[in-house]
């Protein structure tokens, strides 16, 4: 089945005046936003480049095979998505600028975002997703323990900063954390900056706290909300959810359904399914629904024990957990036994899910790490939360 390259193929000579903005366009901005820019691109929204010109850059940069590595969780194909988008008609001639990243431990803080001229009179503010960084994917579980994580704040504000740039309304998108970084900031801003935002786009992002969910500033914008799961989803599954949602069919197998490039497409749009895969129903409703009965003092602890037990690998990336797997299983285990027969306890729980999930849709458990058919409206409702 075809992919996000094969997209770029078959519409890359199609220009935006002759087949509008779709969502398969937005998921593309999206996964070029996990490319490090640093230096290539300006940090303000006053001087822009063009895509073309920036994947040009991007190739020459004396530092390209740093930036082509993309880690364990990011699909080394987005480097080759950003050359045929660049080289393309329909993506070579956006302008892109305002690419800021932000990476402190000390603060669990992981954010990145960079936003679009898309040539229609609209720009597309694209947040990233989940990278690399043990750090980044806590701040993920974080987001069902504190009422905002940095990285929310930061979206806000990113987001304040290039609507006074730029005038013009606006689409928001992301996918991963990404996805939920565009919902939260399509939330939070204000009332006058809201209504220049007209389509949020949430691919595969985890959830929010109930009480966010239920909060005026967040019921005005599930409207706009497009929000994207593969048939096996386990990112986008954590946490709570509102509006109507497309499942959209994939090629890989459990957790690795998370990579974008695995979701089958048509030259128009996803290829959509009627439902989640059981494995994924079943991590929604045991997951949620344990941690929902947990306090605010116990959900804090289980995410930070969690960590904790991660962090005791020494190792800072996923990479560098999967790079030497059975030395970092090793101080997992020694950890682990550390640890009081509580926090053990909900640790194990949460694994022993996670693996009998695997056991039924990975060929090998050792590839977890702790880390198209047009869906219309009317069949969009029928997948509700």
């Known amino acids: 089945m075809a992919n996000l390259i094969d997209y770029v193929a078959w519409r890359g000579d199609i220009p935006l005046t002759v087949d509008p903005f779709n969502d398969i366009d937005a998921l593309v901005l999206c996964q070029i936003s996990y490319l490090d820019a640093g230096g290539l691109l300006g940090t303000d929204f006053k001087k822009c480049i063009t895509l073309s010109e920036f994947a040009v850059s991007f190739r020459s940069a004396e530092d390209f095979q740093r930036r082509s590595d993309t880690g ?7 480097v080759q998505l950003l050359f045929d988008a660049g080289a393309s008609e329909r993506f070579g001639s956006m302008e892109v600028c305002g690419y800021r990243a932000l990476l402190d431990i000390q603060k669990e803080e992981q954010f990145s975002a960079v936003t679009f001229l898309t040539g229609d009179k609209y720009a597309f503010t694209a947040f990233r997703g989940t990278d690399d960084t043990i750090v980044g ?32 309304k606006f689409r ?21 900056l809201k209504n220049r935002v007209i389509e949020i786009y949430n691919n595969d992002g985890p959830g929010f706290r109930d009480e966010t969910i239920m909060s005026p500033e967040f019921q005005t914008v599930i409207p706009k909300l497009h929000s994207f799961y ?24 459990g957790i690795m359904q998370h990579d974008p490039f695995s979701w089958h497409l048509s030259r128009s749009g996803f290829v959509a399914l009627q439902g989640f895969d059981a494995g994924s129903k079943k991590f929604h409703e045991t997951f949620n629904t344990w941690f929902k009965e947990l306090s605010d003092e116990q959900r804090a602890k289980f995410v930070e024990t969690l ?50 999930i695997a056991r039924r849709n990975l060929p090998a458990i050792q590839n977890i790490t702790f880390g198209f058919s047009p869906v219309t409206r009317k069949e969009k409702k029928e997948n509700k939360w």
């Open 230 to 253: 593969p048939q096996f989803s386990i990112v986008g599954m954590l946490f709570s959810h509102a509006g109507t949602y497309t499942v959209v069919e994939s090629d890989q197998t």
């Open 172 to 192: 928001i998108g992301g996918h991963s954390k990404g996805g939920n970084l565009a919902v939260y900031a399509g939330a939070a801003v204000d009332q006058k």
């Open 137 to 168: 994917w806590k701040e993920d579980f974080n987001m069902g323990v504190l009422e905002t994580v940095p990285a929310q704040t930061d979206a806000v504000e990113y987001l304040i900063d290039a609507m006074k740039h730029i005038h013009s």
């Open 307 to 356: 960590f904790d037990v991660l962090q005791a690998t020494d190792a800072r990336t996923n990479s560098e957990l999967e790079s030497n797997w059975l030395r970092s299983s090793a101080k997992i285990i020694s950890a682990l036994a550390k640890l009081d027969n509580e926090s053990r306890e909900n640790i194990m729980k949460t694994m022993q899910l996670l693996f009998r």
């Open 72 to 78: 364990a969780m990011i699909n080394k194909l987005s």
